[in-house]
């Protein structure tokens, strides 16, 4: 078992109230701090190598932490030894992530530019030169939203087939009773941001003046 403290992208320090634990076990993980009987979003990826190919299994939902402020999240097969793993709590907008003992964390770093305004100067979309993006973004107290994207596919923001992967956030796909995604990013939304290929991942606490 492994006990993990926030690690947020060096775009913003992390906050004072980021004070949640996540920890990865044999068959089950766990998140501690988090508003009691609040709701907390748990997103993640998941690998296991089998003969001549790996079988991925994506993990994005929402769940209830109990009275003393945790949630768990059961994996009935077992943790995968490959996975990462985030839970962000949908009240606060603290976050953590983690990856099992054993496992080396790898932080995806986004370059200057990766988000992209609109004519109107709003933050419209992420662009990233990869071959897929998974996002989550978590608004505090309002909703949360998944993009699983693909260069060059239609959940492309841009569909064109150019090495670089946009996620529209307008596009993305609600989570729990989550309404209609926001056209934009403003002060304070958070963004669990992962490769599929590589397993990098990181988490970013949006300030426009940073852009």
Sequence with gaps: MRWFLPLVAVLLAAPAWAQLEIAVEELSVTAKGLTPGGEVVWFGLTRVWMTGADKSRVVAQTATADAAGEARYDAT???PRVSVWAVVDLQTGGNALA???GMKARELRLPPGAFRRAVSGEFES???RRESLHTLL???RVGAWVSFA???????GDRARDQVVTVAFKAMNPLGTSGTAP?????GDILVILDPRSMEIASVVFDPGKF
């Design 126 to 128: 992420l662009g990233e």
């Design 99 to 101: 990856v099992p003992e």
């Design 138 to 140: 978590v608004r505090p």
């Design 77 to 79: 097969e077992g943790v």
């Design 183 to 187: 056209s934009g990013l403003r002060q």
């Design 150 to 156: 693909g260069d060059g596919t239609d959940s492309d």
